[in-house]
């Protein structure tokens, strides 16, 4: 059997096996979980990944002007490739309702406040969209954790 044949039964046997047991997970719960559009959840999920985007975004345009000699992006430029690590680890937790969700957002809105303080620092325009996605993830996030009880939301 070569490779492709390989594959071709490992993606057949994982669709069959996905099938067999989403069907009596349907059957158990007796309703499907499915997204709905404006849910608390996509809102969350949404600002975080997009945060994380900005987040990197921001991270290049630091490390750019620290290459033309301004040290004082330095800080922000590590707070935001940081940060944005944390926005994705969120944007995923949330996505898929993990029970440490409360936990990750917490830490991302966290995050998002102290890259936003040194984004802030440097009244630069080129991180404008950075901060202003910072902001917006920092919002949802603490509004998740509101949501879901957690002792932590402001």
């Known amino acids: 059997m070569d490779r492709r044949e390989l594959l071709g039964v490992l993606a057949a046997s994982a ?4 099938a067999v ?3 009596a997970a349907l059957a158990q719960d007796g309703k499907a979980h499915a997204h709905v559009e ?3 959840h996509e809102k969350c999920a949404e600002a975080c990944s997009d945060c994380a985007k900005e987040c990197n975004q921001g991270f290049h345009h630091c490390y750019k002007q620290v290459q033309a000699g301004k040290a004082q992006h330095a800080k922000a430029m590590h707070l935001c490739v940081d940060c944005g690590e944390v926005c994705s680890t969120a944007a995923k937790l949330v996505a898929r309702m993990s029970p440490l969700m409360t936990f990750t ?3 991302c809105a966290e ?5 936003i303080a040194e984004c ?4 630069d325009p080129g991180m404008k969209e950075t901060i ?3 902001k917006k993830c920092a919002a949802s ?6 949501a879901m009880g957690g002792h932590n939301a402001r």
Do not use: F, P, W, Y
């Open 15 to 18: 669709a069959g096996l996905a």
């Open 21 to 23: 047991t989403g069907g």
């Open 38 to 40: 404006g849910d608390i």
């Open 105 to 107: 957002c917490h830490a």
């Open 111 to 115: 995050s998002c406040e102290a890259c």
């Open 120 to 123: 802030e620092k440097l009244s």
């Open 132 to 134: 202003e996605s910072l």
């Open 141 to 146: 996030c603490r509004e998740m954790v509101k």
